[in-house]
């Protein structure tokens, strides 16, 4: 079973960059997606120190 949780953030481009400063892995580089109606978000997946998937959340 696959862990997951976000953080919302202010830039997730920026959050994504300090990840990968610190060697870890991504798992999606950040992207603009739309989760409903007029809604755009950015978003960006990488892999924390246990195995966990860490989602960061940037509102449009």
């Known amino acids: 079973m696959t862990r997951h949780f976000a953080f919302l953030v202010e830039d997730c481009d920026e959050m994504i960059n300090r990840i990968k400063q610190e060697g870890y892995s991504?798992?999606?580089e950040p992207k603009d997606v739309c989760i409903g109606k007029d809604y755009f978000?950015?978003?960006?997946f990488c892999i924390g120190p246990i195995g966990e998937e860490i989602e960061f959340f940037q509102e449009k």
């Open 26 to 28: 991504i798992l999606m």
């Open 41 to 44: 978000v950015r978003v960006g």
